[in-house]
């Protein structure tokens, strides 16, 4: 990646100096406001912190969850500031908008070392706009944050590699406007992406889960040809069974995708495994009774929500022997006990190919979630990464416009 990085930017000196950094601060809330996973957060932390020890006057910008293009309370990342300063171990003021009065208040008092986070992003509709010349609108209005009184530009950071796929205000437009450097995250997570396209080591093994086969499409089209096996499970395997003509009950699918899946099996059937049993229930609840059936035998008043143990034991075959492996999506309903097991066998059999040697990449997203909420040591993969669709992006062989920026 021919960008600048932070260390550059550190090198260069910052004390004194005002960045802008866009970070991935986007975690999951419960129905109380409180943060159920910080990884994300976490993983902000060592930018951050380098600026703020160096002596920046540091103005962080993200977003959380869909708020609609205007405040809404619901979305307010007043937890997120909290949580931040305790793992920062400083202080982060929480401006009351986004680039209002008190934003640019804040950001004219602060001082070496301060740590200023703006309100929700996507409070503005001009951050999502379609229209160039809205986000750049937005954007000058940001940069305008970190300018110096005399008019020096200040700097930014990109190192929210979970939204570098989106062409928004403050992920694109920015970098337009200000000298621009990839942050810690974004630099590691292009590293491993590019290790995973172009230096792989065989067998290279891929597995995914997830609820659609028209979420991962692309990526399979693409890794089919590249990888040595592709193992499905979680929801999107029923459209696959389905392909094959097996009845999959009341569970998840993806009828349009049915045609799509037979191709698929038909051009690359020596690459897709399929799980050979599935965990049924009645209903979709964590109290629902669980049987595990043959997958060619799934009672039609029945849904899957898991993949069976004889299917954990076969993926567990193909994955012992793997030298790289990527991850992207749980293989049944992680969240309920009951329907864990799947993506815990998984998991555990990718954990146990790292521990002789493989390269293992978990794909962000519900896989960060699974590992961090079926308390699997997160040390037993080679990289977990915070982007989900960003990762998955990048496998397809999109641009991302946010990397791509950042290369001008």
């Not at 690459?271 to 965990?279: G, N, R």
Request: aromatic fraction near 4%; glycine fraction near 12%.
């Amino acid at each position: 990646m021919a960008v600048k990085t932070l260390e550059d930017l550190l090198a260069e000196g910052v004390e004194g100096r005002g960045v802008l950094v866009r970070s991935d601060l986007n975690v999951p809330l419960d129905d109380n406001g409180a943060i159920t996973d910080p990884g994300r957060i976490i993983a902000s932390v060592p930018t951050l912190k380098a600026l703020a020890e160096a002596g920046a006057k540091v103005v962080v910008t993200a977003h959380l969850g869909r708020p609609k293009g205007e405040p809404d309370p619901k979305f307010s990342l007043a937890p997120v500031a909290a949580a931040l300063g305790e793992q920062l171990g400083r202080h982060v003021q929480l401006a009351g908008d986004v680039v209002g009065t008190d934003s640019l208040a804040r950001a004219e008092g602060l001082t070496d070392g301060d740590v200023l986070l703006l309100e929700n992003i996507r409070f503005d509709p001009r951050e999502t706009s379609k229209d160039d010349a809205e986000r750049l609108a937005l954007a000058k209005a940001l940069a305008g944050l970190v300018e110096a009184a005399d008019g020096t530009p200040g700097a930014f950071v990109s190192d929210g590699f979970g939204v570098v796929h989106r062409k928004q205000a403050s992920v694109y437009d920015v970098a337009t406007l200000l000298p621009h450097y990839a942050g810690t995250l974004v630099a590691t997570e292009v590293k491993v992406l590019e290790q995973l396209t172009s230096s792989t080591e065989r067998p290279y093994a891929v597995v995914l889960g997830g609820s659609k086969v028209s979420d991962k499409l692309a990526v399979i089209e693409n890794l089919a040809t590249k990888a040595d096996s592709i193992v499905i499970g979680g929801g999107m395997c029923f459209t696959f069974l389905a392909a094959q003509g097996v009845s999959v009950g009341s569970s998840l699918l993806q009828e349009e995708m049915i045609d799509t899946c037979k191709k698929l099996l038909e051009t690359y059937g020596d690459v897709i495994h399929l799980p050979v049993d599935i965990v049924a229930a009645d209903k979709f609840a964590a109290d629902a009774a669980a049987e595990t059936v043959p997958a060619d035998q799934i009672p039609a008043d029945k849904m899957g929500l898991d993949i069976g143990p004889e299917s954990v034991k076969r993926f567990t075959a193909l994955l012992s022997n793997a030298k790289t492996v990527f991850w992207n999506g749980p293989m049944g309903v992680f969240e309920f006990e009951a329907f864990s097991a799947g993506t815990k066998g998984v998991a555990e059999a990718i954990i146990g190919a790292t521990g002789k040697g493989a390269f293992s990449v978990v794909g962000g997203g519900d896989s960060a979630a699974a590992v961090r909420l079926l308390g699997l040591p997160e040390d037993g993969f080679s990289h977990i990464s915070t982007g989900g669709g960003a990762s998955l992006e990048y496998l397809e062989g999109k641009t991302l416009p946010g990397i791509d920026v950042l290369e001008a």
